[in-house]
């Protein structure tokens, strides 16, 4: 039997595969598309994105195929300078495009060992104590058995549809066609549309992409189709160029065309019974902010550890079901602020005066980096109780007096960094790395982190360590 099946083989499949085979479990990603998307949806990595390639070793090649812009500007839109004291050591945005992103945390996964099977498609799914059963679509292979199944297939979950799990939210208000192509207008006539069409409807904008001279084009749809994963056709795009920009640039020569709508919807529950669901399958938003994919990675990093602990018998009662009670309050979040921030991109007079207000509002750097910290994760905080002020929240990374923080956290292995140099992890040491450092930087006596650098204890004390080690490592050896 298979450790772990993923059905979907996007950015959250295989940054979870990833992440389990860093911990040895058997994985197979079960992906429907014989061939990667070659369409560009996100555009970028977050902060914390960025900190959790940091985390596990990948960061320069992530680095290498991308440009750095600044953090500001990204909340509804809004132009803001990067805030002041921005708590981490990589304050910027990675513009990179999806299929880039796609393709490195595939190839880590393949290099890592996970089996990945395109042109499979998942039609059926049953559970039952020992396991999951997985059904192929007719053509695509034989029935499988695994022990976990992760549905990371996506808005439209096949997996969360065969489980039943309720999709509550908004369905899709207004619709946006986007699409690559060449267009015939000279550059600074374009720029000068944009700039003026932008000062009333945010939903625009057409600008090269890359170049080659296409361009990337964004441009409110008409109205919701019916069936959306039918293209527009660059008549379509004609047509809505005209009426919102007056002209359509003329466009040419598409590489790709496609429409996104924004609704908003959260699964009730991330877990049922030996499947799970992450990144897309799980929650659904506007892409405003550029949230998504981040959040996907980021689920896959919080789930990768904790189910290769269930995999490999050492997880603590609890352990797994925490993955529900720590990141779906984090989408909740996210589907908030992106509802809030498709009202304040609207073209209403009433909105429009409300974003007139929080534009102001954002010029207090304080204001500026809570927004900020929330599009870009840095804000999150685990809810493991009362106590220091680092518990529940990543850690920024720090130099050390041998080498960085975050090089410490490459194996995803928990860390106790001991800045007193009196402090044990014994019995815990086949999961938990202890490091005797004293730098200047640690501005805590010591610190206990999970494998995917959450602090789940600051302090001194070694009496108070066992409690924490037992919650999040489980038992100790021997
Ligand atoms: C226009 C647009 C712009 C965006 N910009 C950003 C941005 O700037 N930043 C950002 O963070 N996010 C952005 N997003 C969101 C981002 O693209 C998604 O959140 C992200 O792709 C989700 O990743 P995922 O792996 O969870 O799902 P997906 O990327 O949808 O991957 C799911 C995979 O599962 C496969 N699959 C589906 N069903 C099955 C099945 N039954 N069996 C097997 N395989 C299956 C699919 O083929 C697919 O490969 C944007 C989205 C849109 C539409």
Known sequence: MIDVIVVGGGPTGMMLAGELRLHGVDVLVLEKDAEPAGYVRSLGLHV?????MDQRGLLERFLSHGKKYPVGGFFAAITTPPPERLDTAHGYVLGIPQPVTDRLLAERAAELGAEIRRGCEVTGLSQDEDGVTVEPAAGAGTRLRSRYVVGCDGGRSTVRRLLGVGFPGEPSRVETLLGEME???????????????????????VGPFGDDGVHRVVVPAEGVAEDRTVPPTLEEFKRRLRAVAGTDFGVHSPRWLSRFGDATRLAERYRSGRVLLAGDAAHVHPPTG???????????FNLGWKLAAEVGGWAPEGLLDS??????????????????????????????????????????DEVNRYLIEKVTALGVRYDFGEGHELLGRRMRDIGLKRGRLYELLHGGRGLLLDGTGRLSAAGWED??????????????????????GHVVWAGEDQRELPGPLRRWFGAPAG
């Open 431 to 452: 999961r938990v790395d202890h490091v005797v450092d004293g730098s200047e930087e640690l501005d805590v006596p010591a610190v206990l982190l999970r494998p995917d």
């Open 323 to 364: 993955y529900h009670c720590e990141r779906h309050p984090v989408a909740a979040d996210v589907l908030d602020n992106t509802r809030a921030q498709m009202e304040l991109m609207s073209t209403e007079p009433g909105a429009r005066a409300v974003r007139r207000l929080v534009s102001q509002l954002a010029g207090f």
């Open 48 to 52: 914390r994105s960025i900190e959790v």
């Open 290 to 300: 550029g949230q998504g994919l981040n959040l996907g990675i980021q689920d896959a």
């Open 183 to 205: 267009v015939t207008e000279a550059p600074e006539k374009v720029a000068a549309v944009v700039a003026e069409v932008r000062k009333t409807q945010l939903r625009f904008g």
